[in-house]
């Protein structure tokens, strides 16, 4: 028994879910394995910090970790080959092919975690967003080449909504790092008629945040990445009682208590409207018939839904339109990559052959 | 003999010449007797009236060779197709054919072995269902004080024997006592006596009451507790069972998830998907898609826009230059085939 290649396919087949998201990447494959890694590749600046890690390449937590000695690159960072072209990602020209050698090594490295057994043939599904050009998806199947046997790609909010086997009448939010994806299902594949997205998301309730901190409270030493940190810990919309505290050093560099509640949520807030106005489109431009069978089911996934009491804000607002049930999915962070797993479980034999 | 395949037929035609037997070797059809069979005579005459002045003559032997290229270059590229390859030998496809065979002969028995160990999990399963049923059944009449069951009545019958021994004993230590005070000089004390075990005596009774109560409920607790217990060690051998026939089936050499799904499917194991026709469906769309990303960046590309250059004007790939034509396949055809 053997393909094509003359490769051995007697070991089988492993599947593979992933989610290339532009802070976190994701995977889930058939032989259990489930992996969320940070989607940061990097490689040593110098011998020095060559000896110290060991390694002349370094990915996910590790790279996070020792970012200071690492020439480090976030190959999918605000949407680069992605969804955006070089200029809108803010990537240099010189810089691109870097970049994709660094989405080739991270989807090597994940792929590397499901821990394939030799002779296995890969075939995977991975998630794209919806506004994807021609051009980024085929820049995604590039950094899959080498890696998998076969690959295909789906838009991210039908890859959720096929793994949760929703798919009529129900609205799909998918909040990541980049973007928010939003996704009308009525049964069949949705068009792009069926998809918005809008650039407001992780990264940008960060970045405000951060300003909102900096106006709040001068005199507190942080980064992105501290701030990014507090929001994971203590992120919510609804007016609840909780407190944000965090301990960051003053100008002085000593360790200060910091309440930082009132900016988190404004800046949390900031998303809402357009994840709102987005379904408004998505639910006026359907049929009325239909209409409000799909607001009594919508579903927010990616790492973004885990903001507390973004489930009853956006209820709340739907009110005004006779009501609407949100729900979040059971685990938002792989929701994607299950969805994208299940999808590559289900595809038959013959269309992995197709595309190889 | 001329022949004229487009000849309008005589009126009367002549009776077809019976067929020649097939001369073997490279001949694989005799189109000789084909085209006696299906041609008609026509006289020149006839056709020098119907206007016709040249005639192209084509010998039987050559048709007959034409038809036979024909076929065999088909079957040779059909042949070439069905295999993947074009070089390959018969003993090849053979020994292929064999091992192919062996290999899923070995799948059938392992996925009939684990579809064994399947259903008699399934059975046990049920099985265990039943007692447990049975043994609520019959919690639910003792609860109801409808049955008496044998380890209940052993229990009355022994609580019963302690408590007439007990009877004995506080009967003998007030008669003993009310004996002694009888022989004294107080005749007033024996009354009291007689009032301190009317006193004494119902307080005794509820006592023992109460310990058999709470006695009954122990023993019923720790029946239950072993029970379970024993319900779980069968449980925990049905879930073994169970991971063995998964481990079986996930360590098969089947193709695809697809095939694995059948199984289930077949073992009642597999729940059923509302949505299965319209996945399906889906899933074909999700391929056509795919397969025009990767046509439509190619042209792309062709034309010079790349992620680098969205505009255009980037380096246009080398043209692909298409491999020379192969030679036609050698299969060694047996004779006649």
């Known amino acids: 028994m053997s393909d094509a290649a003359g490769r051995t396919t007697k070991e089988g087949v492993l599947y593979i879910g992933m989610d290339l998201g532009c802070y976190k990447t994701s995977v889930a494959a058939t032989n259990g394995t489930r992996e969320v890694v940070f989607s940061i590749v990097g490689w040593p600046k110098d011998p020095v910090s060559r000896k110290l890690l060991g390694k002349d390449i370094v990915f996910g937590n590790e790279a996070f970790q020792h970012r200071l000695a690492l020439e480090t690159i976030r190959p999918f960072e605000k949407g680069a080959l992605k969804y955006a072209d070089n200029s809108e990602a803010g990537v240099p020209a010189d810089k691109l092919a870097r970049y994709k050698e660094a989405a080739k090594e991270l989807v090597k490295y994940v792929v590397s975690l499901c821990r394939p057994p030799k002779g296995t043939l890969v075939y995977g599904v991975i998630g794209s967003p919806a506004r994807a050009s021609i051009l980024n998806k085929q820049a995604l199947m590039d950094a899959c080449k080498g890696t998998f046997e076969s690959v295909m790609i789906v838009s991210e909010p039908f890859a959720v909504a096929y793994g949760m086997n929703t798919l009529e009448d129900a609205l799909i939010v998918d909040i990541g790092a980049g973007t928010t994806d939003l996704c009308r299902m009525h049964g069949a594949i949705p068009t792009e008629d069926d998809q918005l997205t809008t650039g407001k998301a992780g990264d940008f309730i960060d970045n405000l945040a951060m300003d909102l901190i900096k106006k709040a409270h001068p005199e507190a030493q942080f980064t992105i990445n501290m701030v990014r940190e507090a929001k994971e810990r203590g992120s919510f919309v609804n007016d609840v009682n909780d407190k944000a505290l965090v301990t960051w050093p003053n100008k002085e560099g000593k360790p200060t208590n910091f309440d930082i509640t009132k900016e988190l949520k404004e800046a949390c807030r900031a998303i809402v409207p357009d994840i709102v106005q987005g379904l408004r489109k998505l639910v006026s431009s359907y049929d009325a018939e239909f209409q409000r069978r799909m607001l009594q089911n919508v579903v927010l996934a990616g790492g973004g839904s885990q903001l507390r009491g973004l489930d009853r804000l956006i209820e709340d607002d739907l009110q005004q339109y006779g009501g609407g049930k949100v729900t979040k999915v059971h685990e938002p962070v792989f929701a994607g990559a299950n969805g994208a797993l299940k999808l590559a479980a289900d595809m038959p034999e013959d269309y992995w052959k197709e595309v190889k | ?337």
């Open chain 2, 1 to 337: 003999m001329p022949e004229d395949l487009g000849s309008p037929p005589s009126p009367t035609p002549p009776p077809p010449d019976p067929p020649p037997a097939p001369k073997g070797g490279s001949k694989m059809i005799d189109v000789q007797g084909m085209i006696r069979q299906a041609s008609r005579r026509v006289s020149v005459d006839q056709l020098v009236r119907k206007g016709l002045k040249t005639i192209s003559m084509l010998s039987r032997e050559k048709i007959d060779e034409l038809i036979n290229q024909a076929v065999k270059t088909m079957i040779d590229k059909y042949r070439a197709m069905a295999a993947g390859v074009v070089n390959v030998p018969i003993a090849q496809i053979e020994a292929e054919s064999k091992q192919e065979f062996n290999e899923l002969l070995s799948q059938y028995q392992q996925t009939a072995k684990a579809k064994d160990d399947l259903e008699h999990s399934r059975e046990s399963l049920n099985v265990e269902l039943e007692e447990m049923r049975k043994d609520l059944e019959k919690q639910k009449a003792l609860a109801d004080g409808r049955l008496s069951e044998e380890a209940e009545k052993a229990l009355i019958v022994g609580f019963k024997e302690f408590e007439r021994e007990l009877e004995k004993q506080v009967v003998k230590v007030f008669e003993k006592r009310k004996l002694i005070l009888e022989g004294g000089d107080q005749p007033e004390a024996v009354a009291e006596l007689k009032g301190v075990e009317n006193a004494i005596r119902p307080i005794i009774s509820r006592l023992v009451a109460a310990e058999r109560e709470r006695f009954a409920m122990s023993g019923g607790q720790s029946r239950e507790i072993a029970m379970l217990e024993k319900r779980i060690e069968k449980l925990y051998a049905q879930i073994a069972a169970m991971e063995n026939a998964l481990k079986t089936i996930s360590n098969s050499k089947l193709y695809s998830n697809q095939q694995i799904q059948n199984i289930m499917r077949q073992l009642g194991l597999a729940q059923e998907d509302k949505n299965f026709e319209k996945k399906r469906e889906m899933l074909k769309f999700v391929l056509d898609v795919n397969k025009s990303i990767r046509k439509e960046s190619q042209e792309l590309a062709q034309k010079g826009i790349t992620l680098a250059t969205p505009q255009g004007g980037g380096p246009v790939p080398a043209p692909t230059v298409p491999p020379p034509p192969a030679e036609p396949p050698k299969v060694d055809a047996p004779p006649g085939a």
